[in-house]
């Protein structure tokens, strides 16, 4: 089967717990809800892109392990979301899962332990199936496999990529940690780089996260800077473009997670793209998405493309779209 999608990143359970105020060291704080659920930035994100695509358009390269865990995972993947799970490999060491603490503005801090994420290596992209895939797909997202095994995946479809055809996103995620240096060479094969405030100040070793982000667009190419509740940034070509962000309470919602948010974004972003929307319509409406997962608490909680459609064309939604400004 041919994708139109290839998502490479992490997968993990995330057990979220949700409390008022954060604790400080050595406080102990009661907790108002605790939920378990499926997630990780890699499977968010394909999770959100095939929601808009449909079913059998997106895969999802990543890492399990041979658990109860991972069987779910694929089950809820496959069956739930209708995302290609054969380029998932599985190793003999615990799935991946995450610790999620959400306060009462939604804000989150998270643990994660992702050893089985970290085991993916370079050398199964020569294997046929991989091949294939990339080859065949009109759009390859890389968010947080290792870094050489994402480098090595940018290699591969940019080298099959004949007449540039081929979208390749990057959102480095923990990867950032590593530095500019690091990951140069791959943001230079790369048609989108995507990332939020803090990476920025990671990649750019600023103190100020506008003049990190202009300090970043030396490198001449599209970025996308997420800002939470500030919406995001869009350069490309010299010029930046501020997409604002969704009031959520003026479309009769509220916040409740964070968590997943930029995973919503990214998913909803590039499948708009293959969609054939244009870059600030497709960036916009990927704002609203993240928005709305925004008012929900599971993780994997992105709109569905009809729902996305009709707050669209609602009139209390349309009045942001006005507030796009060139700067």
């Not at 808009?52 to 895969?59: C, E, F, P, T, Y």
């Not at 332990?113 to 997202?141: G, T």
């Not at 080298?159 to 923990?174: E, F, T, Y």
């Not at 009031?247 to 974004?265: P, Q």
């Amino acid at each position: 089967m041919v994708v139109m999608e290839l998502v490479a990143g992490a997968i993990n359970w995330d057990t979220t717990v949700f409390v008022d105020s954060f604790p400080k060291a050595g406080e102990e704080v009661r907790a108002r809800k605790v939920i378990s659920v499926a997630g990780g930035k890699g499977a968010n994100t394909a999770v959100a892109s095939a929601r808009i695509l449909g079913k059998d358009k997106v895969g999802l390269i990543g890492a399990l392990g041979n658990d109860r865990i991972a069987d779910e995972q694929i089950r809820i993947l496959e069956d739930e979301e209708g995302v290609d799970t054969s380029y998932i490999k599985r190793f003999d060491h615990p799935s991946g899962q995450a610790y999620i603490l959400v306060d009462g503005k939604g804000e989150n801090m998270i643990l994660t332990y992702k050893v089985v994420n970290d085991m993916l290596k370079p050398e199964i992209l020569d294997e046929s199936v991989f091949k294939e895939a990339i080859d065949e797909a009109r759009a390859v997202v890389v968010i947080d496999p290792p870094l050489d095994f994402a480098l090595s995946l940018i290699e591969h479809a940019r080298g099959v990529d004949d007449g540039m055809s081929k979208r390749i996103i990057w959102a480095p995620a923990l990867l950032a940690r590593s530095g500019i240096d690091a990951l140069r060479d791959g943001i230079s094969k790369v048609d989108y780089l995507l990332m939020n405030e803090s990476e920025c100040l990671l990649l750019s070793n600023a103190s100020d996260v506008m003049q990190g982000f202009k300090a970043l667009a030396r490198l001449d190419k599209r970025m996308i800077l997420t800002r939470g509740s500030e919406g995001c940034l869009f350069y490309w070509n010299g010029k930046i473009a501020s997409i604002p962000s969704i009031d959520l309470n003026a479309i009769g919602l509220k916040v409740v997670s964070t968590v997943g948010a930029g995973d919503a974004l990214l998913g909803a972003f590039t499948a708009l793209l293959l969609k054939g929307y244009g870059e600030l319509e497709a960036l916009f409406m990927a704002n609203l998405a993240a928005a709305l997962k925004v008012a929900r608490e599971e993780t994997r909680a992105s709109p569905y493309y009809d729902e996305l459609l009709r707050y669209v064309k609602d009139e209390r939604v349309e009045r942001f779209y006005t507030g796009i400004k060139v700067l």
